[in-house]
Each structure stands twice: as C-alpha cells, then as structure tokens.
C-alpha cells in the first residue's frame, strides 16, 4: 500500500516536473526578449496561493493545488491579462511575430529538449532498452510479409547487418528502405531462419509486432556524440509514430466515430488523461523503475506535440493566430479572435470533462490496471490508451502489436489524446 501511494506521489511530481519544464521555457525565451512576465506561478493558478519572492519583474508564487504550473505573458495575448493576477504592468510593447512566436514555441521546445537529456542519460548510464520483436499476427489480407515466409511467432533478430533491438528499430529501418528488398533474420522453434522481401514504396510489409519476455539494457556502442546520435534518432522515431497515431487518431474520429491506430479500433471512450497516465506510471513504478524514464519521455513529447495543435488555448492556437496575422498582414479583429478563444476553450474543457469521465470509469472497471511483461513473458491487462498512450511492446511493457503496414512506422503508443494538464 506505502508503494502504491509512493508511486502515485512520485508521478504527480514527474508531471508538475514536466509542465514546470514547458513554462520555463516560455518564462526563459520571454525574458530575453523583454516581455513582460508579472507571475510565475507553481501549481494550477486559482485558490489561496503564497508569494515566495519577486525578481526581474516577476513574482513567484506557489499554489495550494499543486499539479502543473504557468507563467503569464500578456504581451504574448495569453490567458492572463492585467487585471488577471492584480499585479501591476508596465505599458505594452508590440513585438515582432517572430518573437512572439518563439516565445510561444518555447514551451514545446523545452518538452523536447528535456525528454532528449532523459533518453541520452538513459542510453549513456543504462543502454538501449532490448527486447525481443515478435511477429504477432498480419493484416486480413495477404500480405508481402506473408507471402515471403515470414510466420506468426517469428523472433526477428536482424533485418540484413542491423542489429534488432526493439520493434521501434525494425519498423524504423523498414521505413528507411522503400521498395527495397531486405534480409528479415529470424528465430523460428530456436532455429535461425532468413526470409528475403521487398519493401513497398512506404517502406512496410504488412506485419504485426510487439514485444517478448523481459526488457534489458544493451550498451550503446561509439563514443558520446555516436551515443547522442542514437538516442536523438530514437526520440526522433518515437516523436514521428506519436504524431502519425495522433492523426490517425483524429482523421478516423472526425470520419465515422472510430479510429485505426497502431493495429486497434479506438473510440471517443478510449481516450484518457491525467488520472489514467498517473495510474499507469504508479503501476510501471511498482514494477520496473528503469521503465518509469521512457515513460517520462513519452508524456513529455505528449506535451509538445499536444500543446502544437492549432487550437485556442493551446500554444498552437497563438501560433496559428500568429500565421494568420503574418499572412493578412494585420491581426485579426479582437472581437473575432476573442470569440474564436472563447469557444475554443469551451471546447477544450467539454474535451476534458469527457476524457475525465472516461479516466474514473476505466478506473472503477479496472481496465487501467498495469501488468507489465515479466520474463515468463506475462501480457498486460491493460486495454486502454492514454493522452500519452499506454506504453506497448516496443517499451517491452505491453501487448498492444504494430501493424507494419499500417500509417504509423513506429511501435509506439498508439493513441495520443489531449494532454495531461495542457500548458500556455
């Protein structure tokens, strides 16, 4: 039980880390531009709070609700206006777009570069994660996997002189290698097995994969900068799949209701937040503390990509305001901008209160419990997906396969949903 409460501490402090991160990367980039900063705030900003000191123009203060953060910019037209913290401001300045607009993508910059040092101290002081890659089953239709002789349970070790550590690296050098043909090594009944087949133009063959036994720490051969370029080229990967399930995501939902991603049906119901990713970390914590870092880099790029999504209120949303005042010529008319904010932020907390409603009816039903794989290579119970998304074979921490030939090229989580505390 004391594990169970230490672990649910622990991922509330990794998320407040994490939103903490994004706003001082808007604070930072704003107050070398000359903006305006008059609150930094600790926590969600409304009930009793206390002001911990001022400094460059700036007062600090720490809220009794301590998820998350936020620093108000309103030369940035954020959220927060002058009369929003009563704290006293000097006269506007107008800044060029290109400032503000750094200003505003400084957050998702921050995200980004904080999930990258995680994944290079990972790889530096513990290896790449490894597990073994499985081909679970293929698409319903014949497929160029099939054909070519690959089988359900293969074990594939290399693809021609590439060492395979994880699914992420089989899909990603598929992807690298369109219409070409490859060398699939494989392990069939502890037998090594080569099977020769050419990629289509997207770089697929039709297959389903996911994870076997249990993750271990493979050193990363080469010296640090060969290091840092492997761990760059796997966030870069995992970045890529995050953002292709997203629109995946949102192309099937906005189509008939239902989506495709990663190889799974996936509906309004299954997209879930902050409960259901601190309930998810809490149990990978219990498990496997090693496992709790790439999990922490995936709800930091969560963050950015999340917070890039051209809505109001979000940092895409300035973003896109920007474009369009860059493109017009003049902003847009505050009137207009001002009900386009507001309904855009109705919205987005409907969105919330529906992904909320989704994480405590998952939890009472238990479909949020997470088993992670052991060595006698136990499957996770868990069947939901996350706004960071589960984590899933290629983290050798579930069951959820990748389908090869579908749009994502990646074995990574498969449902990205609204953030787990969006961040200005």
């Given at each position: 039980m004391l594990g169970e409460v230490f672990g649910?501490?622990?991922?509330?402090?990794?998320l407040s880390i994490l939103i903490i991160v994004h706003e001082c990367g808007h604070f930072l980039v704003a107050r070398s531009f000359g903006f305006q900063t008059p609150v930094f705030g600790i926590g969600l900003p409304f009930g009793p709070y206390k002001a911990v000191g001022r400094k460059w123009g700036t007062e600090f203060r720490i809220?009794?609700?301590?998820?998350?953060g936020f620093v108000a910019i309103p030369?940035?037209?954020?959220?927060?206006?002058?009369?929003?913290?009563?704290?006293?401001?000097?006269?506007?300045?107008?800044?060029?777009?290109?400032?503000?607009?750094?200003?505003?993508f400084a957050g998702v910059a921050f995200n980004i570069l904080f999930a990258y040092l995680i994944m290079l101290c990972m790889f530096l002081f513990m290896g790449q994660p490894s597990q073994q890659t499985v081909v679970a089953g293929f698409p319903t239709e014949p497929t160029l996997a099939f054909k070519a002789g690959i089988k359900k349970d293969d074990i594939i070790t290399k693809i021609d002189d590439a060492e395979i550590a994880n699914s992420d690296d089989a899909v990603s050098?598929?992807?690298?290698?369109?219409?070409?043909?490859v060398h699939i090594n494989v392990l069939r009944d502890n037998k090594p097995v080569t099977v020769?087949?050419?990629?289509?133009?997207?770089?697929?063959?039709?297959?389903?994969?996911?994870?076997?036994?249990?993750?271990?720490?493979?050193?990363?051969?080469?010296?640090?900068f060969q290091v840092a370029g492997v761990a760059a080229e796997r966030l870069w990967n995992l970045t890529r799949s995050m953002v292709e399930a997203l629109g995946d995501m949102v192309t099937g939902l906005?189509?008939?209701?239902?989506?495709?991603?990663g190889g799974q049906?996936?509906?309004?119901?299954?997209?879930?937040?902050?409960?259901?990713?601190?309930?998810?970390?809490?149990?990978?914590?219990?498990?496997?503390?090693?496992?709790?870092?790439?999990?922490?880099?995936?709800?930091?790029?969560?963050?950015?990509?999340?917070?890039?999504?051209?809505?109001?209120?979000?940092?895409?949303?300035?973003?896109?305001?920007?474009?369009?005042?860059?493109?017009?010529?003049?902003?847009?008319?505050?009137r207009a901008q001002g009900e386009i904010v507001k309904w855009g932020f109705i919205s987005l907390i409907v969105l919330m209160m529906v992904i909320m409603v989704n994480d405590v009816t998952a939890l009472v039903n238990g479909k949020l419990d997470f088993k992670m794989r052991g060595k006698?290579?136990?499957?996770?119970?868990?069947?939901?997906?996350?706004?960071?998304?589960?984590?899933?074979?290629?983290?050798?921490?579930?069951?959820?396969?990748?389908?090869?030939?579908?749009?994502?090229?990646?074995?990574?989580?498969?449902?990205?949903?609204?953030?787990?505390?969006?961040?200005?």
């Amino acid at each position: 039980m004391l594990g169970e409460v230490f672990g649910y501490v622990i991922m509330l402090g990794i998320l407040s880390i994490l939103i903490i991160v994004h706003e001082c990367g808007h604070f930072l980039v704003a107050r070398s531009f000359g903006f305006q900063t008059p609150v930094f705030g600790i926590g969600l900003p409304f009930g009793p709070y206390k002001a911990v000191g001022r400094k460059w123009g700036t007062e600090f203060r720490i809220y009794a609700f301590l998820l998350g953060g936020f620093v108000a910019i309103p030369e940035l037209g954020d959220e927060s206006n002058a009369d929003a913290f009563g704290v006293p401001l000097k006269p506007f300045h107008k800044f060029p777009i290109w400032q503000r607009a750094l200003v505003a993508f400084a957050g998702v910059a921050f995200n980004i570069l904080f999930a990258y040092l995680i994944m290079l101290c990972m790889f530096l002081f513990m290896g790449q994660p490894s597990q073994q890659t499985v081909v679970a089953g293929f698409p319903t239709e014949p497929t160029l996997a099939f054909k070519a002789g690959i089988k359900k349970d293969d074990i594939i070790t290399k693809i021609d002189d590439a060492e395979i550590a994880n699914s992420d690296d089989a899909v990603s050098y598929l992807g690298r290698h369109k219409a070409t043909l490859v060398h699939i090594n494989v392990l069939r009944d502890n037998k090594p097995v080569t099977v020769d087949v050419t990629t289509n133009e997207n770089g697929k063959v039709g297959m389903m994969l996911t994870g076997k036994g249990a993750v271990t720490y493979r050193k990363v051969d080469g010296n640090f900068f060969q290091v840092a370029g492997v761990a760059a080229e796997r966030l870069w990967n995992l970045t890529r799949s995050m953002v292709e399930a997203l629109g995946d995501m949102v192309t099937g939902l906005m189509s008939g209701g239902k989506a495709k991603v990663g190889g799974q049906t996936v509906g309004v119901q299954d997209l879930h937040g902050v409960l259901a990713v601190i309930k998810i970390g809490a149990d990978i914590a219990k498990q496997d503390w090693s496992q709790l870092l790439i999990f922490t880099v995936m709800i930091s790029l969560d963050l950015a990509i999340i917070n890039l999504v051209p809505w109001p209120a979000l940092d895409g949303g300035h973003l896109a305001f920007m474009a369009f005042e860059a493109v017009r010529g003049r902003p847009m008319g505050e009137r207009a901008q001002g009900e386009i904010v507001k309904w855009g932020f109705i919205s987005l907390i409907v969105l919330m209160m529906v992904i909320m409603v989704n994480d405590v009816t998952a939890l009472v039903n238990g479909k949020l419990d997470f088993k992670m794989r052991g060595k006698d290579g136990d499957k996770t119970e868990t069947k939901t997906t996350t706004s960071t998304a589960a984590p899933d074979a290629k983290n050798g921490t579930g069951d959820k396969p990748v389908d090869t030939s579908a749009p994502s090229n990646d074995a990574t989580p498969s449902t990205p949903a609204p953030a787990p505390a969006p961040a200005n």
